[in-house]
């Protein structure tokens, strides 16, 4: 397993055991060695893919105002197509961001290492040079606004690593990613993007998964809005939320999130103190319709406590249930983990029976206690060192399940009385 993060000084003497190694390798260009160690010792950012105490990934690069040039991709040859080139230059973008750097370039020979993690992260060739491009989709001024909100930009790769749950993400790609993504179509069509989506349903059922996913899948930034972050003390919550609003409307593309939104949008009725926010939240849910480009994703766990002025045809486009995972997507979740599990003699139409009730998190929480189990097992070297059925049996009987009879009634009843798809 390798560990990417930025070159220290104490990796200088492995990266350059790395170039060296790399320069007898017939897909890797001959590097000035003493110019990349004096460029990354005045301050040019460099990435390095560590495993145990050997570099074996290297990326650096050079910066020129709000441009940036990827001068090494450097890959051991018994480290390849392992995905280091793509989690290296992932990083290395994160860093030039943060730098005020707008395009990325990279000028790579025919055949030369490092092309395919290139493309992998959206990087454009120009045919004849073969000079990789890639147009980062943040300003260097809307990358100030969104590190002050916490904001990011998410992998176009969550979105397949969502496994199962597949009648959400159909839904999901056709009714919001496909008409936002091509908006043109849309509108020659007539179909209104949406620019303000509910997702509700019991806790663990991914809601921020598939709000991140989206964000992922459009390329647009993303941002979450905690209720507890609003809240700072230093301004009312009501006028802190339509600062953060009016702040991130001022990007050109936006998610953002709002998690637990029943906090701050609970029954007026019910719940006097949140009048303020409730109506401030009513004004600026307009807002997100023009300019095109911005999305406001709210999530509740019940949906029922939130204020009907809010979920009213026209606010908010639609109002998605994410339930738990049927049998489908729980056979689906249990094949993706079992494939990254040392596991053997395995039967997963029992694991499906058996979690019923189970989120994706209860899966993953019960998977991971096999493994330990199997783990402290092999370290005081007992057999067998892998997962056993019994170990799963066993992990999978003291996990509870988080959807109980009731929340599961509960969430039926909210789907059909609010779900808006």
């Known amino acids: 397993m390798f560990n990417v993060r930025d070159l220290v000084p104490g990796d200088m003497s492995s990266a350059v055991r790395l170039l060296e190694l790399c320069r007898g390798v017939a897909d890797s260009r001959p590097v000035d060695i003493a110019k990349f160690v004096a460029d990354t010792s005045a301050g040019s950012p460099a990435i390095v893919a560590v495993a145990g105490n050997e570099v074996v990934g290297l990326v650096s690069s050079r910066i020129s105002n709000d441009d940036a040039w990827i001068n090494i991709v450097a890959i051991s040859p018994s480290w390849r197509q392992q995905g280091i080139g793509s989690a290296m230059l992932q990083r290395l973008e994160d860093k030039l961001l943060h730098e005020g750097v707008r395009k990325i370039s990279a000028l790579l020979t025919n055949f030369e290492a490092g092309q395919t993690a290139l493309v992998n992260r959206g990087f454009h060739p120009i045919h004849g040079l073969v000079l990789y491009e890639k147009s980062e989709p943040i300003e260097p001024s809307a990358m100030r606004v969104l590190d002050q909100w916490g904001g990011e930009l998410c992998d176009a790769t969550l979105w397949d690593r969502v496994a199962g749950m597949d009648t959400e993400k159909t839904l999901i790609e056709n009714r919001i990613i496909a008409p936002l993504a091509d908006p043109e179509l849309a509108r020659k069509i007539g179909v209104n993007a949406p620019s303000a989506v509910m997702l509700f349903g019991p806790p663990g059922t991914g809601k921020t998964t598939f709000a991140r996913a989206i964000a992922g899948r459009l390329g647009w930034p993303f941002v979450e809005l905690l209720p507890s972050k609003?809240?700072?003390?230093?301004?009312?919550?009501?006028?802190?939320?339509?600062?953060?609003?009016?702040?991130?409307?001022?990007?050109?593309?936006?998610?953002?999130?709002?998690?637990?939104?029943?906090?701050?949008?609970?029954?007026?009725?019910?719940?006097?103190?949140?009048?303020?926010?409730?109506?401030?939240l009513l004004k600026m849910i307009p807002s997100f319709r023009t300019p095109a480009g911005h999305l406001l994703v709210c999530a509740t766990n019940f949906v029922g406590?939130?204020?009907?002025?809010?979920?009213?045809?026209?606010?908010?486009?639609?109002?998605?249930?994410?339930?738990?995972?049927?049998?489908?997507?729980?056979?689906?979740l249990w094949a993706s983990i079992l494939s990254r599990l040392d596991s053997q003699d395995i039967d997963i139409d029992e694991l499906v029976k058996a979690t019923d009730g189970f989120t994706p998190?209860?899966?993953?929480?019960?998977?991971?206690?096999?493994?330990?189990?199997?783990?402290?097992?092999?370290?005081?070297?007992?057999?067998?060192?892998?997962?056993?059925?019994q170990d799963l049996t066993k992990s999978i009987a003291g996990t509870n399940a988080s959807i109980t009879t009731q929340i599961a009634k509960q969430f039926t009843d909210e789907s059909k009385h609010f779900g808006r798809t």
């Not at 936006?254 to 409730?278: C, N």
């Open 361 to 389: 998190g209860d899966i993953e929480l019960a998977s991971q206690r096999a493994a330990s189990i199997a783990f402290d097992r092999a370290r005081n070297g007992f057999e067998p060192s892998h997962i056993t059925r």
């Open 230 to 280: 609003l809240d700072s003390g230093q301004l009312p919550l009501a006028a802190e939320l339509r600062h953060a609003l009016t702040e991130l409307l001022k990007l050109e593309n936006i998610v953002v999130f709002i998690d637990e939104v029943d906090e701050i949008a609970a029954a007026r009725s019910e719940s006097p103190g949140t009048r303020g926010v409730v109506n401030e």
């Open 305 to 332: 406590n939130i204020d009907p002025a809010v979920l009213r045809p026209g606010r908010f486009d639609l109002v998605i249930p994410i339930g738990p995972p049927d049998q489908i997507a729980r056979k689906a």
